[in-house]
């Protein structure tokens, strides 16, 4: 990930097309969805509109598509002309299911494919293909598709086939577990939309909203710092919460049980444990988190750890408003925040 220093001196580069950073960064476009190398000839966006990458991989994964001006999959002077041949057929049909005999058809051996394209990006050509086939059907449940609508337009007939496919996209089964551990994906159903559950068998370590964006690059991150896979499956976790969302929506849970997990910094730890003292119905500011933990200057820390919080509902981030009365921001839309905290207030 990017650290927030840098991000000027990037966005500086990119205005400038300066090729010296070419393979250092990537930018994607919120406006348009794509992802562009720093010299893209394109009129560049603004600086609030541009998210920066450090590789290619992490902006597919936050479902930026790639810009067809300067192709940053395909750019010559870093990639084999049968890597150039892979990407340009993937655009020309990203929602193709590829088989063996597609590669035949381009005169081309699957496993050096695969093995070129590994070794480019760090992961099969079929992982790409099914990242984007995936993104795309993101985008459209972001737009307010149905899931059904993007589950076929994805390439998936059934819904546990479109789910299955999600969650291969968060990792693969390894072929040798040093340790035997892994963590386990579920999509859960609920009354504000499907949501993503990751645990292994002791706490939870992710609860989100299908459709935030950039929850592909958030499954990455947990997959890197756990140095475990990912994988379809439930287990204790996921089953009680499963059970508690069904209840919290109810109306009839206020307080969470299901045991957690929290990967961040100390400060960030101790701002989720202060967000989950805040009562159901009730709202604190960004400024009275900081001075209740004892730092009252670090309001703006405050809601950057308020929006690197991975577990969506449980620690109720969705009660942290700014002090003036806003709403402030919510990963999951500022929609389902205030329907959240109206949802609180009638139970109480």
Known sequence: MIKAEYKQEYYQALIEKKTEYEGLFYVGVKTTGVFCRPTCPARKPKYENCEFFETAKEALLASFRPCKRCRPLSHPNHVSEVVQMLVESIEENPEKRWRERDFQELSMDASTARRQFKKRFGMTFV???????MGIAMKQIREGDNVIDAQLSAGYESSSGFRDAFSRVMG??????GNGHVLKAAWLDTRLGPMVAISDDEALYLLEFVDRRGLEREIEKLR????????????????????????Y????????KTPVHYLGSPFQKSVWDELRKIPAGETRSYSE?????????????????NGMNQLAIIVPCHRVIN???????YGGGLTRKQWLMNHEKQGN
């Open 127 to 133: 992982e790409y293909a099914r990242a984007r086939r």
């Open 323 to 329: 002090s003036n009365g806003g709403l402030g921001g």
């Open 289 to 305: 988190i900081a001075a209740i933990i004892g730092k009252p200057s670090a309001f703006r820390a405050v809601a950057r750890a």
């Open 249 to 256: 929506f109810d109306g009839e849970l206020k307080e969470f």
């Open 224 to 247: 890197q710092r756990t140095k475990t896979a990912i994988i379809p499956g439930s287990a204790d976790p996921i089953r009680s919460i499963e059970h508690e969302l069904n209840q």
């Open 172 to 177: 693969s089964a390894p072929s040798q577990l």
